[in-house]
């Protein structure tokens, strides 16, 4: 059986079990549940960013493994900007876009488009 917390906004939690990942999802998706997830923890620590659309391409068996699932979602951390963040080549992103941790950096967490950025305190805070 698998046991899984979904983390969201405002420091609530949701914790649902399964027989497998799948399982959970759907569960958590057909329920009537007023938690909007932004990550799920596994059991071993593992964490995964809850992107909608690629959770709904797995959980509707749209060809995508787990491994693909995970390659996609996993992070050590999920981050959201507190102000207004500009990179290195000028792309502005909104205050409150959340970003997933990735080794030493912070990806966004886009579908249209890619930006990376080294993890900086004064800019970023950490939600899960």
């Known amino acids: 059986m698998l046991s899984v917390i979904f983390y969201g906004a405002k420091n609530e939690t949701l914790k649902i079990s399964g027989n497998n990942l799948r399982d959970v999802l759907k ?13 799920i923890r596994f059991e071993s620590n593992k964490l995964l960013f809850y992107h909608e659309n690629v959770i709904r391409t797995f959980v509707n068996e749209e060809d995508m493994s787990m491994i693909e699932l995970l390659d996609f979602c996993i992070c050590t951390a999920v981050y959201r900007c507190t102000a207004d963040f500009k990179n290195k ?8 876009s959340l970003w997933k941790e990735i080794g030493n950096n912070l990806v966004l967490v886009d579908d249209d488009q890619y930006v990376e950025t080294q993890l900086n305190q004064k800019s970023f805070e950490k939600i899960v």
Do not use: S
């Open 89 to 96: 080549h000028n792309t502005c992103i909104d205050k409150g």
């Open 27 to 39: 569960l958590q998706q057909h329920e009537k549940f007023k938690l909007q997830p932004i990550a």
